[in-house]
Nanobody, 127 residues
């Protein structure tokens, strides 16, 4: 089964940028649809962005659209989340996740469709 390890979180001022990375091992990375989720204190874990097998199709929720970009490098078994124009409300623990299946035409948004999770990386945006 694939295992995921995130990195790249940290403390940044509002308006700044961070790039999160998630590297996979132990599975066939290129056959898995991937997503990024986040969880703020006292809130449910929410879907942020997802990417299909080839990386040519992505989806991001409205609150981050135009600011966050998800991408993947199948040769490096890594998925990225580039976060620009960060806001204090983006403060959360960010998790990458592998979906239960691999699709080129479907990007699931419900956390129940993901069955492998990284340990999370904290992003804190100061005002």
């Amino acid at each position: 089964q694939v295992q995921l390890v995130e990195s790249g979180g940290g403390l940044v001022q509002a308006g700044g940028s961070l790039r999160l990375s998630c590297t996979a091992s132990g599975g066939t990375f290129s056959s898995i649809t991937l997503g990024w989720f986040r969880q703020a204190p006292g809130k449910d874990r929410e879907f942020v962005a997802g990417i299909n097998l080839s990386g040519r199709s992505t989806y991001a929720v409205d609150s981050v659209k135009g600011r966050f970009t998800i991408s993947r490098d199948n040769a490096k078994n890594t998925v990225y989340l580039q976060m620009n124009s960060l806001k204090p409300e983006d403060t959360a623990a960010y998790y990458c996740a592998a979906a239960k299946g691999g699709w080129d035409y479907f990007i699931p948004r419900d956390r129940s469709e993901y069955n492998v999770w990284g340990q999370g990386t904290q992003v804190t945006v100061s005002s």
